[in-house]
């Protein structure tokens, strides 16, 4: 019923930046809450920043200061500015959301995951 895509996801040096983005897709009626999650090697799935749709944003402190989540919510979009990577941010990344159908049935949605790799 709602399908999320991401993008942005890819191979880069310590230190380097990447920009993910997240759509959302499908009988939408509204998002409250859009995320980034993510599941290295060997690991769970963690949360690395979430936003709602009054723009109030919440931080693992792993990436504090060094990550930015954005969102859209005309366009039901999310982005993650990733700076100053770290072999440790190398995982899956996962794009989330919750909120509710044009039929007011609640809703939580996984996009497909999107690799990101840091090498020292």
């Known amino acids: 019923q709602v399908q999320l895509v991401e993008s942005g996801g890819g191979l880069v040096q310590d230190g380097g930046s990447l920009r993910l983005s997240c759509a959302a897709s499908?009988?939408?009626?509204?998002?409250?809450?859009m995320g980034w999650y993510r599941q290295g090697p060997g690991k769970q799935r963690e949360l690395v920043a979430d936003?709602?749709?009054?723009?109030?944003?919440n931080y693992a402190d792993s990436v504090k200061g060094r990550f930015t989540i954005s969102r859209d919510n005309a366009k039901n979009t999310v982005s993650l500015q990733m700076n100053s990577l770290k072999p440790e941010d190398t995982a899956v990344y996962y794009c989330?959301?919750?909120?509710?159908?044009?039929?007011?049935?609640?809703?939580?949605?996984w996009g497909p995951g999107t690799q990101v790799t840091v090498s020292s």
């Open positions: 499908g009988i939408i009626f509204s998002i409250d809450v």
């Open positions: 936003i709602t749709s009054g723009g109030i944003t």
């Open positions: 989330n959301a919750d909120g509710r159908t044009i039929t007011r049935t609640t809703f939580r949605s």
